[in-house]
Nanobody, 119 residues
Framework: QVQLVEFGGGLVQPGGSLRLSCSASGSIASLYSMGWYRQAPGKKRELVAQITEEGRPNYPDSVKGRFTISGDNANNTVYLQMSSLKPEDTAVYYC?????WGLGSRDSWGRGTQGTVSS
């Protein structure tokens, strides 16, 4: 099992920035992808950024150009830099790690960190 701990989050005004980080530990040898999801009240959890198995970043249109995901392989940490934040970006942000598991894969999740965009 992979353990994930998120840091960052908080309250920021519209147009501001936040930086999240996520450290992975445990059975990390088989990790091949990490990413960030978010869940707003009353909404489904959605992907906001992912580093694919090929090492490429992947973003949905809603955050493209505003969010940047990066990784530090030496420290098993992934970051999410969020800029030009909007009130609709308010959500709990979750770190996700995907590892090979048997013939398939298994996802591990952090506990989440709250990001609130409000004036």
């Amino acid at each position: 099992q992979v353990q994930l701990v998120e840091f960052g989050g908080g309250l920021v005004q519209p147009g501001g920035s936040l930086r999240l980080s996520c450290s992975a530990s445990g059975s990390i040898a088989s990790l091949y992808s990490m990413g960030w999801y978010r869940q707003a009240p009353g909404k489904k959890r959605e992907l906001v950024a992912q580093i694919t198995e090929e090492g490429r970043p992947n973003y949905p249109d809603s955050v493209k150009g505003r969010f940047t995901i990066s990784g530090d392989n030496a420290n098993n940490t992934v970051y999410l830099q969020m800029s030009s934040l909007k009130p609709e970006d308010t959500a709990v942000y979750y770190c996700m790690a995907r590892q090979r598991w048997g013939l398939g894969s298994r996802d591990s999740w952090g506990r989440g960190t709250q990001g609130t965009v409000s004036s």
